[in-house]
């Protein structure tokens, strides 16, 4: 089953405003666990805020756990970047507010495993937590919901290195348990090979780069060579260097790459920087197994 598909996927947070997602389209399957990666600005948030609920398209669709947005809302766990709760709550007001807005679904031993884990008494006022201490109280609401889909807009970005290790683990725990779909934006592109199996990478509003990350390796060749890149005509450049020694490029091959050329797999980083830093190289979109196979798209204009 599908856990988010987008079609034609569009929003302008101002009716005349530029927008902040141009005809986004992508499936993610449900049980995988998606980087939404992006530069500032590249419509991330946007786009947790509208399979959250939070604010709806401004036209196309985006269909959650097979519903529509608000009919399958009790089933999401949604943590945003601006975590919005009472600073003169304590953490057991967190805790029972949790479980009286999730009646059937609260896992109460989940979310105080969480508080615990990070040594935070639940007397504990939250406008008296640091940063990462906030966000590890707020992901323990998130996933006390036990949710089927769980978005979060950055969630590490606070946390110390124990904390990110600690969370990642309860976070992957918590979808192996239960199944459960994950979305999480993040700038630490150097740590998302380890946990995620899936990659929407945006820009500027735009899809550039989905699908699995072991296929959309695989669809790409870190090459060097002591030519230039008029070598590498067949196949389809992404970003390339010229050194003293000759040219290093990231491509999709064509075919083989010349004799004289040496070949090695990038890692997730590699792509994902190259994407970033070259808007004009060509998207790449990698269905779902299911699907027909890879469709290839120009970016617009
Ligand atoms: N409430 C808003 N009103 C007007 N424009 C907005 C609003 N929220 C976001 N935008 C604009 O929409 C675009 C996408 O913003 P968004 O917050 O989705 O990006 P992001 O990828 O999450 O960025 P970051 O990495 O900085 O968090 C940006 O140009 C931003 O200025």
Redesign the pocket.
């Known amino acids: 089953m599908t856990a988010l598909q987008a079609t034609g996927l569009t929003h302008r ?2 009716r005349r ?2 927008a ?1 997602l141009d005809s986004v389209e992508f499936s993610l399957p449900q049980g995988s666990i998606c980087a939404l990666v ?1 530069r ?7 786009l947790l805020e509208l399979a959250a609920g939070v604010d709806r398209p401004s036209a196309g669709s985006l269909t959650v756990l097979g519903g529509p947005v608000g009919a399958t809302r009790s089933r999401v766990g949604y943590l945003a ?1 601006d975590q919005p709760l009472d600073p003169r709550w304590r953490i057991s007001d967190v805790l029972r507010i949790g479980a009286q807005l999730n009646p059937g679904r609260w896992d109460a031993a989940c979310a105080a495993g969480i508080v615990e884990q990070g040594n935070l008494s639940t007397r504990t006022r939250l406008g008296a937590l640091s940063r990462g201490q906030h966000t590890r109280v707020a992901l323990a609401l998130v996933l006390g919901k036990r949710p089927d889909l769980v978005l979060l807009d ?1 969630p590490m970005a606070d946390l110390d290195p124990l904390a990110r290790h600690e969370l990642t683990g309860t976070l992957l725990g918590h979808a192996t348990e239960h199944g459960a779909t994950v979305l999480l ?1 993040s ?1 630490h592109t150097g740590e998302l090979a380890d946990v995620c199996d899936h990659l929407l990478l ?1 820009d500027g ?1 735009r899809l550039r780069l989905s699908g699995s990350i072991d296929d959309l390796l695989e669809a790409h060749l870190n090459a060097t060579g002591p030519g230039g890149i008029d070598e590498l005509a067949p196949h389809t450049l992404v970003t390339h260097q010229r050194s003293g020694r000759g040219t290093a490029a990231l491509l999709r091959p064509g075919g083989p790459l010349p004799r004289t050329w040496h070949g090695t797999a990038p890692t997730l980083d590699e792509l994902i920087l190259a994407y970033l830093g070259s808007p004009d190289a060509p998207a790449l979109h990698l269905s779902p197994a299911a699907d027909p196979g890879p469709r290839e798209s120009q970016p617009t204009p």
């Open positions: 947070h101002r405003g530029p902040a992006g500032n600005g590249a419509g991330k948030s946007t970047q950055e934006s700038h945006l509003g």
